[in-house]
């Protein structure tokens, strides 16, 4: 492979020890120098960059590749429906078009955008779909509404009870309302025909070109079942992955009543495992985030999914296996059981927390000394605000998603966008909104938590290297590192000019 000069450039290397340069060198899919005048280096090819700025690929720390390609590819995308009228008829028109689905799935409708703000129910989907079973989760993922062919089909009575950690809603009349929560949308979810081999490989394929589109080198799939992850190994094998997958086995799969298994470590080029996955909560903009002060106007206080003696046995399992632990906790009480947790098994390993909604000065000191990273979304902010100002009162908004307290206490940050909850994968905007903090529509929600664009870059790439353990191979323009980078017209361009994966133009 020739050597490539990149040279005339604004490096943002990302490398605190040498945080810009003009100029580097690429051979073998890695750099081989950096610095500021490497015009007498021997290079077979020289590109000059005029003035362009470089930053390492973005490393979105949680982000479900397959399920963003599943809406690209084999399910209904309802993200931005703005009624239940117009979400039905969006449904009806799917049904109609593809005749050959036993099932019907779609996502992403968020009821705080309709007029009333209605959760839907069986009986809506009933109006318009009847002859299929038909499963609509909502945008966060952590409840599901389905019709009544779909209860029928996976044997749900009003007798039935939920697992631990899950909720089965009914109507007044005290009949099923076909709405789920948290471990019991395993319920109906275990029933579904699972898809092939073939089609995984597919959405990964159109999830892979979507981001490499926008500059995206790397990613963490934080919740990788045992068909997905044999998947991603087969497609490892055969070359066919295009960006660098961390892949996080889940434990404790929604609904069932045995744990998996810690998975065998795996490390090579594009496929990583060495992260398992526990979900603590909820989510915040569904109220199933475990808080310990009720949400407004209502007694909720969420779902927490986790025991203690549980976790604690799980946790040490994986960790006594190598592992690393990344658990998703969003409200204060999952946060402290999380903690807790962590601190109770010890590590020289750095775990993570996924999301970190509402933590205390007191946790945000704990994950500092244990050395505990914090994979945050600003991007819920820009999407959600409308909830999250439904559900919480001015002193817990102010203190919500607090990425400049995380800095602040010497946490590492790690940015990414946990889509498809939200619509958008653009790191561009996801900076943007750790930066201004504000809704599309509404004022700025915790100004005092925006960070700079500087820091946000960073936490995309070096940050987002150190949470998933790859900070040795990727994350900065480094020599020794993989060749991973993009070419920006400006520091905070909306898209990259070219991307580059093992040194070479995508």
């Keep these: 492979m020739s050597?490539?000069?990149?040279?005339?450039?604004?490096?943002?290397?990302?490398?605190?020890?040498?945080?810009?340069?003009?100029?580097?060198?690429?051979?073998?899919?890695?750099?081989?120098?950096?610095?500021?005048?490497?015009?007498?280096?021997?290079?077979?090819?020289?590109?000059?960059?005029?003035g362009a700025f470089v930053l390492p690929g973005y490393h979105d720390a949680h982000i479900h590749i397959w399920k963003v390609g599943n809406l690209l590819t084999h399910m209904l995308d309802l993200r931005g429906v703005r009624s239940m009228e117009e979400m039905q008829e969006k449904l009806l028109d799917y049904s109609r078009a593809h005749p050959e689905m036993s099932w019907i799935q779609a996502r992403g409708f968020n009821e705080a955008d309709f007029p009333d703000q209605r959760m839907p129910n069986k009986l809506d989907l009933d109006k318009v779909i009847s002859d299929r079973p038909v499963v609509v989760t909502r945008t966060c993922a952590h409840q599901i509404i389905v019709n009544s062919v779909a209860l029928n089909a996976a044997q749900v009575q009003p007798?039935?009870?939920?697992?631990?950690?899950?909720?089965?809603?009914?109507?007044?009349?005290?009949?099923?309302?076909?709405?789920?929560?948290?471990?019991?949308?395993?319920?109906?979810?275990?029933?579904?025909?699972?898809?092939?081999?073939?089609?995984?490989?597919?959405?990964?394929?159109?999830?892979?070109?979507?981001?490499?589109?926008?500059?995206?080198?790397?990613?963490?799939?934080?919740?990788?079942?045992?068909?997905?992850?044999?998947?991603?190994?087969?497609?490892?094998?055969?070359?066919?992955?295009?960006?660098?997958?961390?892949?996080?086995?889940?434990?404790?799969?929604?609904?069932?009543?045995?744990?998996?298994?810690?998975?065998?470590?795996?490390?090579?080029?594009?496929?990583?495992?060495?992260?398992?996955?526990?979900?603590?909560?909820?989510?915040?903009?569904?109220?199933?985030?475990?808080?310990?002060?009720?949400?407004?106007?209502?007694?909720?206080?969420?779902?927490?999914?986790?025991?203690?003696?549980?976790?604690?046995?799980?946790?040490?399992?994986?960790q006594e296996a190598g592992l690393m632990i990344a658990t998703h906790a969003i409200g204060d009480a999952a946060i402290d059981l999380v903690v807790r947790v962590y601190q109770e098994i010890g590590s020289g390993i750095r775990h993570r927390i996924e999301h970190l909604g509402l933590p205390s000065d007191d946790h945000l000191a704990m994950m500092r000394s244990l050395g505990v990273s914090a994979v945050m979304q600003p991007i819920f902010i820009r999407e959600l605000g409308k909830n999250f100002r439904d559900a919480l009162e001015k002193e817990r908004l102010e203190q919500l998603y607090p990425c400049r307290k995380v800095l602040d206490e010497g946490i590492n940050l790690a940015l990414s966008t946990?889509?498809?909850?939200?619509?958008?994968?653009?790191?561009?905007?996801?900076?943007?909104?750790?930066?201004?903090?504000?809704?599309?529509?509404?004022?700025p929600i915790g100004p005092g938590q925006a960070i700079t664009l500087s820091e946000a870059q960073y936490?995309?790439?070096?940050?987002?290297?150190?949470?998933?353990?790859?900070?040795?191979?990727?994350?900065?323009?480094?020599?020794g590192k993989v060749a991973d980078f993009q070419i920006l017209r400006s520091e905070n361009a909306p898209r990259p000019e070219a991307v580059y994966i093992d040194g070479q133009r995508q």
């Design 418 to 443: 946990d889509a498809p909850v939200v619509r958008t994968i653009d790191p561009a905007v996801n900076i943007r909104s750790a930066m201004d903090r504000t809704p599309e529509n509404g004022e």
């Design 459 to 479: 936490a995309y790439t070096m940050g987002s290297a150190v949470a998933s353990g790859t900070q040795h191979n990727i994350g900065s323009i480094t020599v």
């Design 159 to 318: 007798h039935t009870p939920a697992p631990q950690g899950g909720e089965i809603k009914y109507l007044p009349d005290g009949s099923l309302a076909g709405h789920f929560t948290e471990t019991a949308i395993g319920l109906i979810l275990s029933k579904i025909p699972k898809y092939s081999a073939a089609e995984l490989r597919m959405m990964v394929n159109a999830a892979q070109e979507s981001f490499i589109r926008l500059g995206i080198t790397s990613a963490t799939d934080p919740a990788v079942d045992r068909d997905l992850l044999q998947v991603y190994r087969d497609m490892e094998r055969n070359g066919e992955l295009k960006v660098r997958v961390h892949a996080v086995p889940i434990r404790v799969p929604d609904g069932a009543n045995k744990v998996y298994p810690n998975p065998e470590r795996y490390d090579a080029d594009f496929l990583k495992v060495s992260t398992v996955k526990f979900f603590a909560d909820g989510g915040l903009s569904g109220r199933t985030a475990a808080v310990y002060k009720p949400y407004l106007h209502g007694n909720e206080t969420g779902v927490l999914r986790l025991t203690h003696d549980n976790f604690l046995q799980w946790a040490r399992e994986s």
């Design 3 to 50: 050597r490539k000069l990149f040279y005339n450039a604004r490096v943002l290397t990302q490398d605190k020890r040498y945080p810009q340069a003009a100029a580097f060198m690429v051979e073998s899919g890695r750099f081989t120098a950096v610095g500021d005048d490497l015009t007498d280096a021997d290079a077979e090819e020289r590109i000059d960059l005029q």
